[in-house]
């Protein structure tokens, strides 16, 4: 990044901590570069390296280490858990049938729609009120004797609604289903426990944490049935077929570890930050409305907002000539802006949706760049035209 450049596209990807990428090093060279499945010094060093990250996240979530997955990220690792329990639960018990919301991100509804259109199996896709919840009771309604797997996001990646997942898992299990959360977007901000959760299954990342692309953690609450759909090695237990990539696999272990010193302190700071923003953008900005739930039923650093009016890529392309990093919805959708399926879910007129803006704070973030953004959105809006840098 230059170095004027404001960062708020904290949600989409993080900067790798410098003391991640150290410990790091020695596996992209030096004396870090064995397979992890050879038997002589060379692998097993490499393989020690692997398991003491598996035990950190481990340890950080209140799990077992021989319930941790690695995967290639977050992606992998929902595609892992709803593939998995499915294609293992139409083979042993007969149950067909996946539970999941509209608003969850693409990893999740597009392999549903694989399932579903691919493979036979049927898929609920529940609605969202104006804010981006699923209600209980349609959860409970949607649920039968033939459901196998609900997967519900614990934080939104657009709109930061934090969907209320420990009630769905009750619910699931009443009915003898299990329940996956995709946690990806939560991880960073605020601690994490499975058994709080009351998830069979999570999908964790490590880039949204201050660590490397390329590595995701899958929780597999012991004594879940699942079938493995990478085949061709014995890898992780048999259930993940390839070569481990040792050096993220190492990232992500240390940006677990680094968690405990700055997470807490950092999520009250940049909810402060979040609520001081929102209220400089709303008055500065006429016509600016707030997309999602407000104060803690949202993520600490998440805020997306709509400029009627506008259109979401002229105002990226004036923000981005002005040195500020933003986005219109998930970095998964890039190279075109679509009108996010998130908030077209939520009722909103598509003038609307397409004029949305998110932007995700993060470590890096303060209140004088803050300052700087409302600035910049109030003259981009006005009939002054882009900003000039």
């Not at 199996?121 to 959860?139: C, M, Q």
């Not at 004594?223 to 696999?249: D, F």
């Not at 240390?254 to 402060?272: G, I």
Request: aromatic content about 6%; overall charge negative; glycine content about 10%.
């Amino acid at each position: 990044m230059p170095p004027k450049t404001i960062y708020l596209d904290y949600a989409a990807t993080t900067p790798t901590d410098p003391l991640v990428f150290d410990a790091m090093l020695p596996y992209l060279g030096g004396d870090g570069f064995g397979n992890p499945s050879s038997v002589h010094q060379a692998g097993q060093r490499v393989r020690r390296a692997i398991d003491q990250a598996r035990d950190t996240l481990a340890s950080e979530i209140g799990a077992e280490a021989s319930e941790i997955y690695f995967t290639s990220g977050g992606t992998e690792a929902d595609n892992t858990a709803i593939l998995g329990v499915l294609l293992a639960a139409r083979m042993e018990t007969g149950r067909d049938h996946l539970v999941t919301l509209v608003t969850e991100h693409h990893a999740v509804l597009d392999c549903a729609q694989f399932a579903e259109k691919t493979l036979g199996f049927r898929v609920t896709y529940l609605p969202v009120d104006r804010e981006g919840f699923v209600p209980l009771e349609s959860v409970a309604e949607a649920i039968t004797d033939r459901t196998a797997l609900v997967s519900v996001m614990h934080g939104n990646n657009e709109i930061g609604t934090l969907q209320p997942v420990a009630g769905i898992a009750r619910l699931a299990h009443e009915r003898g289903a299990y329940f996956h959360t995709d946690a990806v977007q939560t991880f960073g901000q605020m601690p994490l426990a499975v058994a709080a959760l009351d998830a069979d299954l999570v999908t964790l990342s490590a880039h949204k944490i201050y660590g490397p692309k390329g590595a995701g953690a899958l929780f597999v609450r012991q004594g879940v049935r699942w079938t493995p759909w990478l085949h061709g090695g014995q890898q992780e237990r048999e259930k993940r077929a390839g070569t481990e990539n040792a050096a993220a696999i190492v990232g992500f272990g240390k940006a677990v570890e680094l968690l405990p010193t700055w997470r807490d302190s950092e999520a009250l700071r940049l909810a402060r930050l979040r609520d001081d923003f929102i209220a400089q953008v709303l008055a500065a900005v006429p016509g600016a409305g707030l997309n999602g739930p407000a104060g803690l039923r949202r993520l600490p650093n998440s805020t997306n907002l709509s400029f009627p009016g506008t259109d979401s890529e002229s105002l990226l392309l004036g923000l981005d000539l002005a040195g500020i990093a933003a986005s219109a919805g998930s970095a998964c959708a890039s190279g075109s802006i679509e009108p996010s399926h998130v908030l077209l879910a939520l009722g909103m007129p598509s003038g609307l949706v397409r004029s949305a803006l998110r932007f995700s704070l993060g470590r890096g973030t303060t209140s004088e760049q803050l300052d700087r953004v409302t600035t910049v959105l109030r003259r981009l809006v006005s009939s002054d035209g882009p900003v000039r840098v």
